[in-house]
């Protein structure tokens, strides 16, 4: 599985973006997907996932009620809209997938296959 993240840039406090990943591959419904992110100076950490189907999501405390999630099985693609952005979500985030799924979708253990990163910059 091959994942290709994009839709970081600069973007002004109180501001949106969408991230986009897309996966190679035919069993891309299979996974559980999710995005975490890495600030300077500090560990990676969950921000959201998705199940299989779309019907079930999670998120951290942190981005929950400004972030959705969300997956179109059919283009192979995962999503992340952030919205009410703060400088705090400066990070380069990153996609990732678990091909068996378990009860706990925020451990990064958990996933198999990482993208290479998109940085997202907050300016305050």
């Known amino acids: 599985v091959q994942l290709q993240a994009s839709g970081g840039g600069l973007v002004q406090a109180g501001g949106s973006l969408r991230l986009s990943c897309a996966a190679s591959?035919?069993?891309?419904?299979?996974?559980?997907m999710g995005w975490f992110r890495q600030a300077p100076g500090k560990e990676r950490e969950f921000v959201a996932a998705i199940s299989r189907s779309g019907g079930s999501t999670s998120y951290a405390a942190s981005v929950k009620g400004r972030f959705t999630i969300s997956r179109d099985n059919a283009k192979n693609t995962v999503y992340l809209q952030m919205n009410s952005l703060k400088s705090g979500d400066t990070a380069i985030y990153y996609c990732?997938?678990?091909?068996?799924?378990?009860?706990?979708?925020?451990?990064?253990?958990?996933?198999?296959?990482w993208g290479q990163g998109t940085l997202v910059t907050v300016s305050s």
């Open positions: 591959g035919r069993t891309f419904s299979v996974y559980v």
């Open positions: 990732a997938a678990d091909t068996n799924p378990s009860a706990n979708p925020s451990a990064m253990i958990q996933y198999d296959y």
